[in-house]
């Protein structure tokens, strides 16, 4: 169970992490 939170938490962080890059990008790249 805390394994299968643990593996949501870190999709998530990688979904919004390249989101948050591709606002970078678009703003400063």
Known sequence: ???DTVHE???DEA???KA???LL???FG
């Open 9 to 11: 938490m870190a999709r």
């Open 25 to 27: 990008d678009r703003y």
């Open 20 to 22: 948050l890059k591709g």
């Open 15 to 17: 979904r919004h992490g």
């Open 1 to 3: 169970a805390i394994h």
